[in-house]
Every structure is written in C-alpha cells, then in structure tokens.
C-alpha cells in the first residue's frame, strides 16, 4: 500500500512546515515540504488540512494491569486508550501478577502483545532484592531497560537493601528506571497523620505523607548510586522543585547519564485539585503544591526534564474511594496526555516543537529506539493528526480504559486527536480503534 499524507503542517526536529508525507506499507519513504502535490499516484490520500502531523508519541510509563490485575485494565483496552490518544508505543511495568522479574514473566507479556496490543510495545524488567543474575539473560534489542521500586508502590517491589542497590547499578547494562520515595519517611509521616486524622487521613494530607523530603532523599541516594557505578540512571514521575536540583539539563547535543521523566498529571494538577476531584487524583508520588508543579512546567520548557511519560495507572473507581491509607493510588491518561499537554502549549507553558521532542523523539533517543520516533526516511510511519481549535468534551463514552473513568471528565479539550497511524496502518480515526490491527515489538540498540 502506499498512502500519502496531504497538506498538513508537520512538527518534526524543531522544525514546523507545510508538507506531506509519502507511506509505502509500514515505513515513510518522503517528507515534501511545501504545498506541491507529488506527481504519483496512491492507494489512499489522507487530507491533513488544517491538522498538526506529529510523529507517534512513545509512552516510557504504563500500567496496562495484564497479566493478573485484568478486571481494571488489559493490554487490549489499553493500547485501544493509547491509539485514541496518538500513543503508537508503550513501555509496560513489571508489577502485575506475576510480577516480570523473571524471564518467563517477561515472555508471557510479550506473548499476551503479540495477540492483543494495538500499537507497539515492550516490558520494563522488574528488578528485586535478588535477582540481579538474571539480568545477563536479558536481551537488550527487545527491552527499554529495568525498573526499580526505592520506594513503597503497588505491586510489593520494594527494593531496599543497599547491597541489592548497588549490585542493580554495578550491573544493569541498560537505562535503570527508579521510582523514588523513602519507604521509612512515608511510613513515619503515615503514622503521624494517622494520629492526627484518624485511620484514613482525607486525601489532601497525602502530599504530606508521600512527601516532597521523601521524594528528595530517594532520587538524591539514586543519583549517587548511578554516579558511583557509572550508570544510566531514568528518575520516573519526578514531583519537586527540590529533586530538580539533582537533574543535569540535557538535550540531544549533551546527553546526561541521568535524566527524568515528568507527568502530564503532575504538570497539570496540584495540591489545589485535590478538593474538586479528591482521589481520582491520588498516586504515587503525590501530586505536590503550585510551587512544585510551577518548578515542573519550568524545567519542562528549560530541558531540565528529558521525558513525558504518563503512569497511566488503571483502578476502578470502587478501588478508589476512601482515603490516604485505602484508596488506590493511581490515575488513567493515557488516552488524553496529549490534548492534555496540547492544552498546556496554549497557555504557554511549551512550545509545540518541545512537546514534540519530551513525547516522541527523546524517548526514542533515550531509550535507543530503532527508527521510531521521528517524523524521517526510512522510518516506521508512527504518525498522529491533531486538529486545533476543536472543541469537545470528555464523557464516558469516548473513554477506551476498561476501568471507564478518567480525571478529565466533563474536561473541553480545545484540541482533537484525529487520526492515529501505526506502522503505517490508520489504527484509530473518528472516535474508532480498529481492534484488527496487532502492532510491533519495539527494538532498540
């Protein structure tokens, strides 16, 4: 099949141009820049008029709950979320059930992708307390890396022991991807407001408990662990002015050995949210002050910060209700982290072309993509059509997630993803995911 892609305004390389895009099967074979129609004829023209062409965004943070957590979420429903929101691929978590620390966890993931995932995908490995020999058994073409639990999460990953830590660092010859919370200062700081508030403190007190001095301690003892083993340290869902102290700015000119990733959620909301929307915000690490969120938007816009990555975290709403010690912590975006963030490049907060390159092209360079990415010769035509100026609202029915909630609801977005293509194949357009099309697993290095 060869497809062309007509008269949009494509977002590419810190560059925004009127141009069209020529598709041969799975691959793009041209960029034309300018308004000239190409002399050739094609089995599908596709009018972007008036639409933004952005490559596939790459999501490094999901939790699609498959295999063992399935009644809230599925890799089905959620790659259909993801291509309703412009996502072409995802990096899952290990902790479901059974947790992916051992190597036949990880093939059974990609055994359930291959018959289920809708856009492309692969497995973070989930490191223990001892299970570091298995790591020479890793292929590093197939995977993005390994994921370490420093701090209490879901899943009973707590990695604590500091001889495990260094032999993860000493180790791991991939990027090592860290949650960072201090399980003895969340543990104090629960007991306290437990004192104080009662067994289950409202959740305006989690920032509290899961605390900004938490988050610091945590992300400070990973920064000297990857220095002193020379490793390629990826902080997830980083929260606080304080931490981006840590955070050498990178780019692609002076790459860092250490980076971080940052959420739409945590751009977007803050301490204030919590009276409006209570725990359909609630998640670990805790959406933190204005301040914190503001410092956020700052280093997002400076390079401070590498990567947006959502932490789509699926639970169903009756998982959610109570407080800091019983509600679920955890949120679905992943079908709208984009208008999302297309919503922040309106206030002013990122450039368009920035967005560009936190959603799509570093998490390609970061993690060593193999021809994802980009909007480039040669490449996987991972490509998404956003239209402006489109106003809509979020109701339940426009939503993929199994667990059929998202923070965003009743939420006009101004934006519209319109089409979404992967592999060069239209997996989602005007509200429907083609649930016939299987995507790829990612390779890297």
Request: proline share 5%; charged share 20%.
């Amino acid at each position: 099949m060869k497809r062309l892609i007509l008269h949009g305004t494509l977002v590419n390389e810190n560059n925004i141009f009127d141009g069209s895009v020529i598709v041969e099967d799975s691959k793009i074979t041209k960029i034309v820049e300018g308004n000239t129609v190409p002399n050739a004829s094609f089995d599908e023209v596709i009018d972007a008029s008036g639409c933004f062409v952005l490559p596939g965004l790459i999501d490094d943070h999901v939790h699609f709950r498959e295999p063992g957590l399935t009644a809230k979420a599925d890799i089905d429903s959620e790659s259909r979320a993801a291509a309703a929101g412009g996502v072409t691929t995802y990096f899952d978590m290990p902790n479901t059930v059974p947790q992916t620390t051992s190597i036949e966890a990880l093939e059974e993931k990609f055994a359930l992708a291959a018959q289920k995932s809708h856009v492309n995908y692969s497995f973070f490995f989930g490191a223990t307390n001892d299970n570091v020999a298995l790591f020479s058994q890793l292929d590093p073409h197939r995977i993005p890396g390994i994921k370490l639990f420093m701090g209490s999460s879901t899943g009973n990953m707590l990695v604590d022991r500091r001889e495990a830590l260094d032999k993860i660092f000493a180790t791991a010859q991939m990027p090592v991807m860290v949650h960072c919370e201090d399980t003895d200062i969340i543990n104090r700081n629960m007991a306290e407001a437990k004192r104080l508030y009662g067994d289950d403190p409202k959740v305006i007190h989690h920032p509290e408990i899961r605390s900004a001095e938490a988050c610091y301690q945590s992300t400070k003892l990973a920064v000297e662990l990857a220095q002193k083993h020379h490793a390629r340290l990826h902080i997830a869902h980083l929260t606080t002015a304080r931490e981006l102290e840590l955070i050498p700015t990178t780019n692609t000119q002076h790459p860092s050995p250490i980076t971080c990733e940052v959420t739409p959620s945590h751009l977007y909301f803050c301490d204030r949210d919590y009276a409006a929307l209570g725990t359909r915000i609630k998640c670990n690490p805790a959406i933190k002050s204005q301040a914190d969120r503001d410092a956020l938007r700052q280093a997002v816009a400076d390079g401070r910060v590498a990567v947006i990555g959502t932490d789509h975290a699926p639970h169903l709403l009756e998982q959610k209700e109570g407080g800091c010690a019983k509600a679920a912590s955890g949120m679905p975006m992943l079908q709208f982290s984009l208008v999302t963030m297309l919503e922040l490049v309106d206030q002013g907060v990122l450039t368009l072309e920035r967005l560009v390159e936190l959603m799509c092209h570093r998490p390609a360079d970061l993690f060593e993509v193999r021809n994802r990415g980009y909007l480039r010769e040669g490449y996987q035509a991972d490509i998404v059509l956003v239209r402006p100026h489109t106003g809509w609202t979020v109701t339940k029915d426009v939503i993929q997630s199994k667990c059929g909630w998202s923070p965003m609801e009743n939420h006009t977005f101004l934006w519209r993803v319109e089409r979404t293509i992967c592999n060069g194949h239209t997996v989602y357009q005007d509200g429907v995911v083609d649930t016939s099309y299987i995507g790829q697993p990612v390779q890297f290095r």
